[in-house]
C-alpha cells in the first residue's frame, strides 16, 4: 500500500487515475501474487513522468540515495519495511555492513547516507560504514552538515568474507551503483549476503533490459485493468553500439527516432491528443541525466549528430524512447514524481523539480531541486455512500502503483540476467 | 520498530528508558528472534501504566476497538503492517470477512470499524461486515456520524464455511471480544482462518493467565538488559472462584492483598521509592475497566467485601494485581499511554486519559477521552559524536517495547491454551 502523500496534482481525477483507484483491492492483490513468485529488490527509487492521458517510468535506480529528501513523518514506514526486509534475508543477524559510494565528501549524499543508517539502526541492527576506496586507509570521520559525523572504514576482506575490523556483518548493503567498475574486493562474496546483487550495478545493467522487462509487467498488469498498457509503458528501440564519429555512425537513430514518432503520433491520434509527440535518446548504460537529448521531429535529425557528439561524449550504446510529458508543477516549476521502496512497500517520495526546464526535458542535473511530499492532513470526508478506503482519493496512490510496476519490472530483470541463475531448457 | 510519536513524557530520561534506548538494535533483534518462533496476535492493543521508576502493562486486548483514535498519518503505518500479516496467512485472498461486535449501533464503535475497514481495502482486500447477530436477518445499513456508511450483513454458515450472500472469505477477523460468548456460527471452521482464535476470547481467556506468560517474557528481556524484571512486570496473585456474599468468601483475597503490599513495599525500598503501594482487585476473566478495585493498606480490608460485592458484582474468578501508578498528564489530566500493533507491528497509539481519576484509579470507563498521539514534527537535531538513531529519542520507543512484550506474552498465552495443540510429553 501506499502512504497517503500532498501531490502537487489538485485537478480532477482523470480515466486512467480514476480506474487504478477504482481497482485498489484487485492492484494489491495481484502485486501479493506477483511477489509471491518474485523478489523484490531490496530498495529502489522510480522517477516518473506524470502526462494526465499517461504516466509511465523513467528511471528505475536500485541503489538509491536522497533518502534525506523523505520527510522524517515516513522513517517509521521505512523502517517497518527495513524490517520486513531483514526477517527474510537475515533474521538472527546484528550487523548491517553499508558500502556507500565514494562520494563521501558530498555532504548531501552523505545526509542520505545517515538517513539510511537511522533506517537500519532503528530495525535493530548495528550499522558501520566500509569504502572500498583504496584512499581510505583507517577510520575516517566525515563531518555532516547537521554537525554530527558518520565514520567510514576500510573495508576488510578475508578469503570467504567482507567486514571491517572487529565487525562481521550478515549483510553487505551497497549504495554505490557501480557505475564506476565493480571493486574485486565485492566479488565472490558467497558466505554473506551481498545486496543489490553485483549484476544491479551500471557495469551490467542496461536501460533498455529493464525497460523490457517493464513491458511485460505494463502487459499483465493492463490486462489486469482491462486497458491499453500503452498508457503506462513508454514505447522505446535500441541501436546496440553507436559510434557517434562515424559519418553513418547515427543512421541507426535516426531510422528509430523517426520510426517511434510515427507510432506516438498514431496513439495520440487514437486517443485524440493534441500534443507534439517526442522521443528522447539517452546513454544505454550509466545512469546519469546527462546526454539525455529530446527530439520532436525529423527534421531535426541533421543537426543530431553534432548534439549527439557534443552531449553524450563517450556514450557508445543507446536507448530511443518515446518522451512522457510532465505535466505536474509545484511553484510554477516542472516537477516529477519520484518514488521510494524498501522491499515490497512504498515508504515515501519527493518531486524532483526543476524552473529552467520544459515539459519535455529531463529534469535532473544542475539547478534541479527536491520538494518533500508530505502526508495529506485533513483526509476529506467521505461522502455518504462512497465505497471505503476510497472515498478521500489518494492521489499518490497511483504513483506508488507505477512506481512498484517498476521494480517488480527490476525483479524480473534482475532475475533474466542473474549471471548465477541455473538454466533450465 | 516504533514510530516517533510525541508523548506527554517530556522530563529527563530516566535510567529505565535510557537503558532501553540504548539497546535498540539488541531488542529489535530479540524480538525477531522471539518471532521466528512465536505467532504474533493478528492484532493486540496494550494499556500501559507509567510510574517513571517502572512501566508495565495493565490490559491487553486482543480484539482492540478504537482505532479511530489513531492518527490519519498513521493509516500508511497499519495497512503495511496489515499487508504483512495477510500474505503471511492468506497471499491469494481476495476476500475479508470482519465480524463487529453487536455494538452496531453505537457510532465511536462503527468508526473505528470503518477505519478498520480502511485499513484492510487499502491492504488489497474487499472488505465486507457479518454479524452474529440473530436480529441482523438481511443487509442493514449503519449511518456513522461522518455521512458515511456502513452495511452489516447476515453471516451464513455452509457446513466448512462462514461467509455473507455471494462473499466466500478466505480470512475472518473478528473484532468481538466474546465476553458474551462464543456464537456458535464461529466454531469448527477449519477451512478459513478464523483470526483471531476463538480462545482468544474472553470466554477463555483470563488475565492471570496473560500475565503468567508475560511474567515470563519480562524475566527474559530483562535477562537481555541485565535488569530486574519488576522494572516492567507487575506481580500478581489469584484466587480462583471467589464468593462474594459468604462471610469467609474473601479471606483469600484478603491475604493475597497482603503478602503482595508487603512484596511491593520490600521492593519500593529496595530501589528507595518513597510512595505508598497499591494493588488492584480485579475479575480475572471479562476485560473491562468495571470492578476494578484499588487497595492501599490492610487497614481498608474490613469494607472489602462490601466494596467488591457492590462493584464487581457476578464477579467469580479475582486477579490481585500490583498497581502501578500513571505519573504521565495530558493537560493535567492522568493519562495513560495505549500501543496498538498489527501482525508485529507497532502502527500508533493515543492516551486514554481521565479528568478526574488519581494516579493508582483504572482510567477506563465513563469520563474518559483519548487523545491522539501526533508523529513528532521536528526530530532534534542530533547532537555532535552521538549515535545514530539515538539522538533525537523517540520517548514513544520505549512504550512501543513494553506494548510488544505484551503482544508476545499474548502469542505465548494462546500457545499455552490452544485447545487443537498437540501435546508432545
Same mark, same amino acid.
Given at each position: 500500500m501506499v502512504p497517503h502523500l500532498t501531490t502537487a496534482l489538485t485537478g480532477p481525477i482523470n480515466e486512467l487515475e480514476q480506474r487504478v483507484l477504482e481497482s485498489m483491492p484487485a492492484i494489491e492483490r495481484w502485486f501479493r501474487l506477483e511477489w509471491m513468485e518474485h523478489t523484490p529488490p531490496f530498495y529502489t527509487s522510480v522517477d516518473l513522468r506524470n502526462a494526465g492521458f499517461k504516466l509511465a517510468p523513467v528511471s528505475t535506480d536500485l541503489f538509491p540515495g536522497s533518502f534525506n529528501h523523505l520527510t522524517p513523518q515516513m522513517l517509521p514506514l521505512a523502517v517497518q519495511a527495513a524490517m520486513a526486509a531483514i526477517e527474510k534475508i537475515c533474521p538472527e543477524a546484528r550487523n548491517l555492513l553499508l558500502v556507500p559510494d565514494n562520494a563521501t565528501d558530498d555532504p548531501f549524499y552523505m545526509t542520505s547516507v545517515q538517513r539510511l543508517v537511522q533506517v537500519f539502526t532503528q530495525a535493530g541492527l548495528n550499522v558501520r560504514l566500509g569504502s572500498a576506496d583504496p584512499a581510505v586507509t583507517g577510520p575516517r570521520a566525515l563531518a555532516l552538515p547537521d554537525g554530527s559525523e558518520l565514520t567510514v572504514e576500510p573495508l576488510l576482506r578475508t578469503r570467504g568474507r567482507l567486514g571491517l575490523k572487529d565487525f562481521d556483518p550478515c549483510t553487505i548493503l551497497v549504495n554505490d551503483d557501480l557505475v564506476a567498475g565493480t571493486p574485486a574486493? %565485492? &566479488?565472490? %562474496?558467497? &558466505?554473506q549476503y551481498l545486496l543489490p546483487p553485483l549484476h544491479a550495478g551500471w557495469t551490467v545493467r542496461r536501460k533498455s533490459r529493464h525497460f523490457q522487462s517493464y513491458e511485460d509487467v505494463a502487459k499483465k498488469f493492463a490486462k489486469l485493468l482491462g486497458m491499453d498498457p500503452w498508457l503506462i509503458n513508454p514505447m522505446y528501440a535500441t541501436c546496440g553500439e553507436v559510434d557517434f564519429s562515424s559519418p553513418g555512425g547515427l543512421d541507426c537513430v535516426q531510422a528509430n527516432v523517426d520510426a517511434l514518432l510515427t507510432k506516438v503520433r498514431r496513439k495520440y491520434k487514437e486517443y485524440g491528443i493534441n500534443e507534439r509527440p517526442f522521443v528522447v535518446v539517452k546513454s544505454d548504460d550509466g545512469h546519469h541525466g546527462a546526454g539525455i537529448i529530446t527530439v520532436r521531429d525529423a527534421r531535426e535529425l541533421p543537426d543530431l549528430q553534432q548534439r549527439c557528439a557534443d552531449k553524450a561524449a563517450g556514450v557508445t550504446e543507446v536507448i530511443i524512447q518515446e518522451g512522457v510529458a510532465t505535466y505536474e508543477r509545484v511553484h510554477e516549476a516542472m516537477a516529477e514524481p519520484v518514488v521510494y521502496m524498501i522491499d515490497r512497500y512504498v515508504v515515501g517520495g519527493f518531486y524532483r523539480v526543476h524552473a529552467e526546464r520544459g515539459v519535455d526535458e529531463s529534469l535532473s542535473g544542475p539547478g534541479g531541486r527536491f520538494v518533500p511530499l508530505a502526508f495529506a492532513d485533513g483526509h476529506q470526508l467521505p461522502r455518504p455512500g462512497d465505497k471505503p478506503g476510497v472515498s478521500a482519493p489518494n492521489r499518490f496512490y497511483m504513483y506508488g502503483v507505477i512506481g512498484r510496476l517498476a521494480m517488480l519490472a527490476a525483479s524480473y530483470e534482475m532475475e533474466a540476467t542473474d549471471p548465477d541463475a541455473e538454466t533450465y531448457d
Open positions: 574486493v %565485492l &566479488e565472490n %562474496l558467497h &558466505e
